[in-house]
C-alpha cells in the first residue's frame, strides 16, 4: 500500500514562554468534588451511540501489506530470549520436579472452587503480584498461591448463578483430590509470606519494637497477624476473584506472569536508558504484542505507525500531532504510547474522547489489556468519575474521559497538587478543540496542563486538520502526517442518473462514471426520486449500507420508504436474528415498540438518530455489527459519534439540517465507508440537485475548515469560568499571570485573526472587570499602591460554588436568586419544586411547550403542586390562554414557564419511570426524554455542590443528595450494580439480573462462553467485554477498600511520639 504521502514537519516556530512550574506552589485546597457541567450530558446524549465499535472485532489480517513491519520481526536482543521460548523453558524445569511431575496435570484442573463447595467456604485462588516475583525465586514459586477462606457470605457463594455452579461441580467431579497437596502448599506458603513488619508503615514498626515484653510481643504478633489476615483476606479476596480468568488456575498463566514482569522491568530500564533499542515491541514487553494479536487480530504495524512510533520527537517525549485519512490506524499508536507511559514510566495517563458512547466502548476495549498487564482503566463519563481520581498505590491509571469530565479530572489534580502524576494525555479527535463550548473547554483543559505540568507530554490526533501550525503552537508540539488509508475509499457523485466519480486531477474535479441503469416504475420514481432504492439494493444485505439524511424526520420516512419497495426477498434474510432483535427491543422497551422500527427492521433496515433510547441504539448497533440490519437511515451524528463501518455510504443531499455541509463534516461521514479488517473496498455516493452542483464541486475539492479557538466567544461557558478557575485552583490569580497565561493559550495563538479589535490584554482585562461586577471575584486590595500590573484577585463564596459546581456562568445569578426564593417557602409535599430547581436551565431555554398538554397536565395537578406553580408565578388561566391561542396582556416570564413544564415532565417520569408512556403523554421523542433526566441529574448533582459551598443553602444539601440519587437512577433499584458495569444499560442489566447474575461480583466471575448460551443476543465479544469491565471494575473496587484498610490500620503522621509526650510531663 502506498505510503507516500508520509511526511514529517518539525514545528518552525515555538514561541517560547518562561513557565514555571506552579504544581510544587500551590497551597492545595480541601479535596473536592467537581462534578460537570449540565451541558455536558446534553451535548454527549444527544450525539450518543458507539462510534469505535468495530475497532474491537477481530479484524483479519490486511493482505496488502507488504511494506508494513513485521510486529514478529527480530529485535536480535531480545528475540533469542523470547518471552515464549522462556516460558517453554521454565515449564520444562518445573516438569523436572517430580513432585510437580506427579501432580501436574491434575494441578491444571486444580479449582479451587471444588473445594469450596465441598466445604461450604469460598477459597480464591491468588497470584502474588507479578511485579514482585524474580525468575530465579520462580520454580521455588510455583506452586505459590494462597488459600483464603472465608466463611460464605451469602449473596457471593449461593447466589452464583446457577449455570456457574454448574461449571464449577463439573470441573469438581474432574479434579482430583489434591488436599494433601495444597496443605503443603499452604505450609510452605505461610512460612514464606513476608513478615508482618515489612507490611506495616515505618512509624508503626517503630512503635511495636518499643514494647520490650515477651509476652506482650506475641499477643502483639499475633494480634498483628490478624490484623494482617483481615488485610490479606480482603486483599486476596478481591484480588484474586478480580484477576480470575477463569475458575481453573493456571500455571502456565502464573508463570507467564513472571515473565511479564521481568519484560516490563526490562522495557523500564531500556526506556529510562534512552537507548535506540526499542525492546521486543517498541519497549513494551512481548506480550503487549500478543494480545493485540489475540484482542484485536493485529499482527503487524502499518508502516506509518511504525515511522510515527520511532520519531525522535515521541523517543523524546515531546508533544505530538498526528493526522492520516479516517480508518488510518491512529488510535493504535496512541494506545501504544499510552502502555509505554502505564507500564514502563509508571505514570498515569489520560484520554481524551469526544464521546459516552465511545468511551465506554474503549474502557470495554482495554479493560482486557488493563487485566493483563496490571494497570486500572477508569470511566470518567456520564455519572461515573471519582474527583480526585483515587490514588492508586502500585499500578498506574488509565483515565478515559469526556471532554467535560477530562476537565474536571485535570482541574481535581491541580487542585491537590498530583497533576504531576499524569504522564500523557492523548486527545483523539483533536479538530473539536475547534467547536462551540466543548471545544473552549478542550482547550482549558490542555492550557491548564501545558502551564501547571511540563512533564506531561500531550498528543493530538484528527483526521480532519487543516491549520496544523496554529495547534502545534499552542500544544508546542511537532507534527507527522500520512496519507495512508488501508482500504481505498472511493467517492462518487450521483447527479440525476449519472454517476461521476471525484478525481482531483479531472476538469471539473469528477469524471463520468456510469449511469444508474434501473427500471423505475411510476410511482417507485414519484416515491424515490433520487434513486435510492436501486443504489442501496445493489450492496444490501450482503454488505451494510448508511445513508445520511439531513433531518431526523427524514432518516425514518426514508427507511420506510425503502422498505416499501423491496422484495420479499429481503424478508427472508436473517429471518430469526431479525425476529430476535424485535423481541428484545420489546424487552427493553416494556413491551413497546416504535411502529416505524417494527415495520423496518423485517427488511434489515433501522433509523438510527437522538431520538432513540440509548438501549435501543446499542441494540440496533449491535444488530447492524453484526449484519443481522444491513442498512441505517442515519443524521450526521453518526459520523461522529459511531463506529459503524459500511460498505457503501450514501448522502441523500448535501445538506446538514439547513445548512450546507462542510467539508470535515463530509470526510467524517464518508470516513465510515471501507474500515480496515472489515472491507475490502469502500465507496461513498453523495446525492445531489443540479442547483447544488457548482457549491458540491467546490465542497469535493477545497481544503478542509480551519479550527479556531471558542474561549473567548464562549464568554460565559469560556474564558468566565477559566478565569474563575484559574484563581480558584490558585493556577494564576494576578492580572499578570493571568495574561500570561492567556497568551499560551490557542486563542492567545489565534488572537490577531480572532479578535483584530481589542488586544489579548484588553480582553484579559475586561474579562476579570465583570466576574468582580458579578461579585465572582473580588480583587485584593492589600497594596494599593502596586501596579495595576500586580493587582490580585480572590474567588468569592459565590464564585467558589459556581466553579465547584461547575454553573454556567450565565445562570449562575439566576440559580442563586431561585434557591433564596425557594429558602422562603419550599413546598416539600412533592418532588416538584426540589425538580424545578435541578431542571436544567439551557435545556429549558430551548424546550417549546404544547401548550395543550401543558393545561392537561396542569389541570390535573394536586393543590400541593398547584402552590408550586402558583409560588413560581405560573397560572392555570394563563397556561389555558395561551392553550387557546388567546393575546394575554400581562407579563409572565417565558424561561420559567418553560422550566416548569420540563419539570413536569421530569415530575411525570420519576412517578411512572416508564419513558414510553411519558413520551406518549407529552408528545416528545424518548431518546429527548432520557437526555432530560440526565441533564437534570448531572445539574442536580452541580446544584448539589453549589449549595455546598453556601452556608445560607445547608437546608438543600441533604434534599439534594436524595435527588440527585433519585434522577441518577431513575430504573429498578436491583439493576445498578450491573449498570455500574461498562456498557451495560437498562436492557442488558435487566437480561443478566433475570439470568441469575445479580452483582458486580457476578458478573466479575461469569464465564464469558456460558454467558453468551444464557443471554439472548450476546456476541462472544460482548460477553468478553462484559466480563472483562466488570473484573476490571471490581478490582478497582477492592483496591480502594484495600486503601481505605490500610489508612485505617496506619498509625496517625501526628501520633503523639513518646518522647514528646515525656517531655511535656517534665
Ligand atoms: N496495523 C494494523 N493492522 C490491521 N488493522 C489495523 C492496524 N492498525 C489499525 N487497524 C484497524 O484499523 C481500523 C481503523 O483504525 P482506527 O480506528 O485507529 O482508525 P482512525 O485512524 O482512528 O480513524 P478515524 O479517524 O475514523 O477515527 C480499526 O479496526 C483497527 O483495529
Ligand atoms: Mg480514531
Redesign the pocket.
Known amino acids: 500500500m502506498d505510503e507516500g504521502g508520509s511526511r514529517i514537519r518539525r514545528r518552525v516556530s515555538v514561541r517560547k514562554r518562561d513557565r514555571p512550574s506552579l504544581a510544587s506552589d500551590f497551597a492545595a485546597p480541601a479535596a473536592a468534588e467537581l462534578t460537570p457541567g449540565d451541558e455536558e450530558e446534553e451535548e454527549e446524549e444527544m450525539v450518543a451511540g458507539n462510534r469505535?465499535r468495530?475497532?474491537t472485532v477481530e479484524?483479519q489480517?490486511?493482505e496488502n501489506n507488504d511494506s508494513?513491519e513485521d510486529m514478529l520481526g527480530d529485535y536480535d536482543s531480545f528475540a533469542e530470549n523470547s518471552f515464549l521460548a522462556q516460558v517453554d523453558d521454565l515449564e520444562q524445569q518445573y516438569m523436572q520436579v517430580p513432585e510437580h511431575r506427579k501432580h501436574a496435570s491434575d494441578l491444571a484442573t486444580e479449582d479451587l472452587y471444588s473445594e469450596n463447595i465441598k466445604h461450604n467456604k469460598l477459597s480464591i485462588t491468588t497470584v502474588g503480584s507479578f511485579t514482585e516475583l524474580k525468575t530465579d525465586e520462580h520454580i521455588k514459586n510455583q506452586c505459590r498461591h494462597e488459600d483464603v477462606s472465608v466463611e460464605p457470605e451469602p449473596d457471593i457463594l449461593y447466589d452464583v448463578p446457577s449455570s456457574q455452579v454448574l461449571y464449577f461441580e463439573n470441573l469438581k467431579s474432574s479434579s482430583n483430590d489434591l488436599g494433601d497437596h495444597c496443605t503443603r502448599e499452604r505450609d510452605w506458603n505461610a512460612s514464606s509470606h513476608k513478615t508482618v513488619n515489612e507490611e506495616l508503615p515505618q512509624n508503626s514498626i517503630e512503635h511495636h519494637q518499643q514494647i520490650d515484653d515477651s509476652s506482650s510481643k506475641v499477643k502483639s504478633s499475633s494480634e498483628e497477624n490478624r490484623r494482617k489476615s483481615l488485610k490479606e483476606h480482603l486483599k486476596s479476596a478481591m484480588t484474586g476473584n478480580a484477576k480470575a480468568q477463569t475458575p481453573i488456575f493456571s500455571r502456565t498463566k502464573q508463570l507467564k506472569e513472571t515473565l511479564l514482569s521481568e519484560e516490563i522491568n526490562v522495557a523500564k530500564k531500556t526506556i529510562e536508558s534512552s537507548s535506540n533499542d526499542l525492546g521486543p515491541f517498541y519497549s513494551l514487553p512481548s506480550k503487549v504484542r500478543d494480545l493485540y494479536v489475540q484482542f484485536?487480530g493485529?499482527?503487524?504495524?502499518?508502516e506509518w505507525?511504525h515511522t510515527c512510533l520511532t520519531l525522535n520527537s515521541v523517543q523524546e517525549r515531546k508533544n505530538l500531532i498526528y493526522s492520516?485519512p479516517?480508518?488510518?490506524?491512529?488510535?493504535?499508536v496512541a494506545e501504544i504510547l499510552m502502555l509505554q507511559e502505564l507500564l514502563c514510566r509508571r505514570r498515569d495517563v489520560l484520554m481524551i474522547l469526544p464521546y459516552v458512547a465511545i468511551v465506554q466502548e474503549k474502557i470495554s476495549g482495554l479493560s482486557s489489556f488493563g487485566i493483563e498487564l496490571g494497570f486500572f482503566v477508569e470511566e470518567y463519563a456520564g455519572s461515573k468519575g471519582k474527583f480526585p481520581p483515587i490514588k492508586r498505590r502500585e499500578k498506574k491509571s488509565l483515565y478515559i474521559a469526556t471532554i467535560e469530565k477530562g476537565h474536571s479530572l485535570v482541574n481535581s489534580l491541580i487542585e491537590t497538587g498530583r497533576i504531576g502524576s499524569l504522564g500523557l494525555v492523548v486527545v483523539d479527535e483533536l479538530h473539536m478543540i475547534g467547536e462551540g463550548s466543548r471545544g473552549a473547554i478542550l482547550e482549558m483543559t490542555l492550557a491548564k496542563i501545558l502551564y501547571t505540568s511540563k512533564a506531561t507530554q500531550i498528543i493530538g490526533m484528527s483526521?480532519t486538520l487543516n491549520n496544523v501550525e496554529d495547534l502545534q503552537e499552542f500544544l508546542q508540539a511537532e507534527y507527522y502526517t500520512s496519507q495512508f488509508r488501508?482500504v481505498e475509499l472511493k467517492e462518487y457523485l450521483k447527479i440525476n442518473d449519472a454517476i461521476y466519480e471525484v478525481d482531483s486531477k479531472a476538469e471539473n474535479s469528477m469524471t463520468f462514471s456510469r449511469l444508474l441503469g434501473c427500471q423505475y416504475s411510476d410511482t417507485l420514481k414519484k416515491m424515490d426520486p433520487d434513486h435510492l432504492v436501486a443504489l442501496v439494493t445493489e450492496v444490501i444485505p450482503n454488505y451494510s449500507c448508511l445513508v445520511f439524511c439531513p433531518t431526523k424526520k427524514n432518516c425514518e420516512n426514508v427507511a420506510e420508504m425503502i422498505c416499501k419497495f423491496l422484495s420479499k426477498e429481503y424478508l427472508k434474510h436473517r429471518e430469526k436474528e431479525k425476529h430476535e432483535v424485535i423481541k428484545n427491543l420489546k424487552n427493553i422497551s416494556s413491551g413497546n415498540l416504535c411502529p416505524v422500527l417494527k415495520r423496518t427492521i423485517p427488511f434489515g433496515v433501522a433509523y438510527h438518530h437522538s431520538g432513540l433510547t440509548s438501549d435501543e441504539r446499542k441494540l440496533l448497533e449491535e444488530a447492524y455489527s453484526k449484519g443481522v440490519l444491513c442498512l441505517f437511515t442515519c443524521t450526521s451524528t453518526l459520523a461522529a459519534g459511531v463506529n459503524l463501518p459500511a460498505r457503501r455510504v450514501i448522502l441523500r443531499a448535501p445538506y446538514v439540517a439547513k445548512e450546507f455541509l462542510k467539508r470535515n463534516q463530509y470526510k467524517q461521514m464518508i470516513?465510515r465507508a471501507g474500515?480496515?479488517?472489515i472491507d475490502s473496498i469502500g465507496e461513498s455516493i453523495l446525492i445531489l440537485q443540479e442547483k447544488d452542483k457548482q457549491q458540491v464541486l467546490e465542497l469535493i475539492s477545497r481544503p478542509l475548515e480551519n479550527c479556531y479557538s471558542h474561549l473567548v466567544q464562549e464568554f460565559t461557558k469560556g474564558i468566565q469560568t477559566l478565569f474563575l478557575s484559574l484563581i480558584g485552583l490558585k493556577i494564576a490569580t494576578n492580572l499578570d499571570d493571568i495574561y500570561h497565561f492567556m497568551c499560551g493559550t490557542f486563542f492567545g495563538v489565534q488572537q490577531k485573526i480572532l479578535l483584530k479589535e481589542k488586544s489579548l490584554w484588553e480582553i484579559t482585562v475586561e474579562s476579570l472587570k465583570y466576574l468582580t461586577e458579578k461579585g465572582l471575584l473580588q480583587k485584593d486590595t492589600i497594596d494599593k499602591s502596586k501596579e495595576e500590573i500586580q493587582c490580585s484577585f480572590n474567588i468569592t463564596k459565590l464564585g467558589r460554588a459556581s466553579f465547584k459546581g461547575t454553573i454556567d456562568l450565565a445562570y449562575c445569578d439566576i440559580l442563586y436568586g431561585d434557591l433564596k426564593k425557594g429558602l422562603e417557602g419550599l413546598v416539600l409535599e412533592s418532588l416538584l419544586h426540589l425538580i424545578y430547581l435541578t431542571t436544567p436551565y439551557d435545556m429549558a431555554s430551548q424546550c417549546v411547550p404544547d401548550w395543550m398538554i401543558y393545561f392537561r397536565q396542569f389541570s390535573q395537578l394536586s393543590p400541593a403542586e398547584q402552590n408550586v406553580a402558583a409560588l413560581l408565578g405560573v397560572s392555570e388561566n394563563f397556561i389555558g390562554k395561551k392553550a387557546s391561542g388567546q393575546a394575554i396582556k400581562k407579563k409572565v416570564d417565558k424561561d420559567i414557564v418553560n422550566r416548569l413544564y420540563l419539570s413536569f415532565v421530569l415530575y411525570t417520569l420519576l412517578k411512572e419511570t416508564n419513558i414510553w408512556s411519558v413520551s406518549e403523554k407529552f408528545n416528545m421523542p424518548r431518546g429527548y426524554i432520557q437526555s432530560l433526566l440526565t441533564g437534570a441529574a448531572s445539574f442536580s448533582s452541580c446544584v448539589l455542590h453549589f449549595c455546598e459551598e453556601l452556608d445560607e443553602f445547608w437546608v438543600y444539601r441533604a434534599l439534594l443528595v436524595e435527588l440527585t440519587k433519585k434522577l441518577t437512577y431513575c430504573v429498578k433499584a436491583e439493576l445498578i450494580p450491573l449498570m455500574e458495569v461498562t456498557g451495560v444499560l437498562e436492557g442488558r442489566a435487566r437480561q443478566l439480573y433475570n439470568a441469575g447474575y445479580k452483582s458486580l461480583m457476578h458478573l466479575a466471575n461469569a464465564n464469558p462462553e456460558v454467558l453468551i448460551r444464557t443471554i439472548d443476543h450476546l456476541s462472544r465479544r460482548q460477553a468478553k467485554q462484559i466480563v472483562s469491565s466488570a473484573k476490571m471494575l471490581l478490582h478497582e473496587k477492592a483496591e480502594a477498600l484495600q486503601e481505605e484498610v490500610e489508612e485505617l490500620l496506619r498509625l496517625p503522621s501526628d501520633f503523639p511520639s513518646m518522647e514528646a509526650s515525656s517531655t511535656e510531663k517534665a
Open positions: 469505535r468495530r475497532k479484524v489480517p490486511v508494513e484485536k493485529i499482527e503487524k504495524l502499518y505507525q492520516l479516517t480508518s488510518g490506524g491512529k488510535t493504535l483526521a488501508p470516513g474500515r480496515a479488517g
